[in-house]
């Protein structure tokens, strides 16, 4: 079972694909938490991805593409596809490796999430910097230690409103034609992103059920 998960920023993506990782037993790529790491590792492309990713913009397609194809070859597992394709380049470059290797997507699920819910999501986002996990702390509490691990928690310096606002607009010039790529194939279901993690989860657990 291969799965990519749509939505705009703060629509919930890496919460969903971390328990679908435990349930089914998948591979989670984050192409953004790939990005980091090699901004972590102090690399000279971690250097040039930083100066990207901090503004909101999207990192190159040809570079993206050669990062997944190789961990893609990594893996025998079924794969969580998060933030990835972000373009219709990439949708298509996807789809030609999947080919390639003899594998396909099973189920592209869009968390549809209302714009006017991303800011207040996103504000209270706190992302930990030693296991990833991903909190939502309540406004106006001094949070900074992970309740999972105990590593130190921090904000994205993309998750700034005015970082957020761009990040939106650069969603709706080029990851929105995306959806329109994937609702010609067929394989595209939308679920309702603006309720509870578990019953988010619920509703992708039964779509999942569906075209299994
Ligand atoms: P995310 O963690 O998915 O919100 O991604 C954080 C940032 O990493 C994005 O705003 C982009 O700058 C960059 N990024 C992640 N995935 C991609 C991708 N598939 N194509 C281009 N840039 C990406």
Redesign the pocket.
């Known amino acids: 079972m291969n799965i990519v998960l749509m939505g705009c ?1 703060g629509a919930g ?1 890496g919460t969903q694909s971390a328990k679908l990782q435990d349930t089914f037993h998948l591979k989670h790529i ?4 790939v ?1 980091r790491a090699e901004i972590a590792s102090g690399s000279d492309l971690g250097k040039r991805i930083a100066g ?2 901090d503004k ?4 190159p397609d040809e570079l ?1 593409i050669s990062m997944l194809e190789n961990i893609v070859k990594a893996t025998d597992k079924g794969i969580i596809f ?6 219709v380049a ?1 949708a298509e470059a996807l789809d030609a490796m999947m080919k390639r290797l003899e594998r396909s997507i099973t189920a592209v699920i869009m968390i549809d999430l209302p714009e006017s819910e991303v800011v207040n999501r996103i504000a209270s986002r706190r992302q930990c910097g030693k296991c990833g996990a991903i909190l939502h702390i309540t406004p106006g509490t001094p949070a900074n230690k992970c309740p999972v691990c105990g590593g130190e928690l921090y904000t994205r310096p ?1 998750d700034t409103p005015e970082r957020v606002k761009h ?1 939106l607009e650069v969603y709706h010039t080029d990851t929105l034609p995306v959806k329109t790529y994937y609702q010609r194939s067929g394989s595209y279901v939308e679920i309702n992103g603006d309720q509870t993690p578990e019953k988010v989860f619920e509703d992708i657990v039964n779509v999942l059920k569906k075209v299994k």
Do not use: A, C
């Open positions: 920023p993506k984050s192409t953004g938490d990005l990207i990713i909101g913009n999207l990192v993206m998060d933030g990835f394709p972000r373009t990439q993309d990040r």
